[in-house]
């Protein structure tokens, strides 16, 4: 029977060096299954919340737990469930792609036949197969970090950690590990990752955990974050439009000039783009108005709100 309780806990964690509260009363969890992105600004306390979930590192005040179980009171048990990728990590250059997954492998105990599945699983999983034999020398930053992803599955973990695994990759190499991120989850295993690359965090996180100066500032969906900074919006708050007309932009563009609603209408190309009160009702009223003054609208499209927007807009740049 699959356990409800969440695969990752942090509860009340405060980690401090001298009189700096690198963490500071952290709670939050991630359920079985899921992608949770951990984002925050250099120095937010990244890093080392994820080093105490690893049992690198030891709370001052609270606890963590992988599984159920305390990375204070059961250590040895979280590391036997937990998969854990560094953002800097020893390859062992003299090793060739086998032998390093290979020693791993015998370091968490795997012997015999169920060593030698536990190399071609992981191989297999993170297309190493031509590279097996290839020093570590000698891959590009993709392979090195598609093969230490594969040294923290070797002992096939239900919680998987990963802190700013796409640093440094280019495009195709992004989109091979987003792959790979989201197929582990299908599979039933639950994963915090830490990156810079929020465009990237969007698209394959269920949810997301925002950290500034130690502080959470913010827990959920992209879409319940954005939800909640809508309603903390002064009513005055404007938002970008586009809109495309069929003919006649630069008379739109008159049109739009002489509304009182409207801010910085300018033609852009082949559309006209302007500031307007972020009210859908505004939107909806001014589209009335635009039909009544016979303009043929081929689109009318506010600018939606990214997780980079997010960001920007529930932290405050402080730096510790």
Known sequence: MISSAPAIEMRNVTRMFGHLRAVNDVSFSVGRGEIVGFIGPNGAGKTTSMRILATLDLPTMGDALIDGFSVINDPDRVRRQLGFMPDNYGTYPHMNCEEYLDFFARAYGLLGSDRISALRRVIDFAHLGPLAQKSIRGLSKGMKQRLCLGRALIHDPQVIVLDEPAAGLDPRARIELREMITLLAEQGKSILISSHILSALAEMCHRVVIIEAGSLVAVGSVEEIMASTRQRQSPDALVEVSVRVNDEPEKLLQ??????????????????????????????????????????????????????????????GIVQ
């Not at 009223?285 to 506010?302: C, D, G, T």
């Open 255 to 316: 049109w739009l000039d002489e509304n009182p609603l409207v801010e910085n209408a300018q033609l852009v190309v082949d559309e006209i783009r302007f500031k307007a009160p972020a009210n859908p009702e505004v939107h909806e009223q001014m589209i009335k108005e635009l039909v009544a003054a016979n303009f043929r609208i081929s689109s009318f499209v506010p600018k939606q709100q990214s997780l980079e927007d997010v960001f920007v807009e529930v932290t405050k």
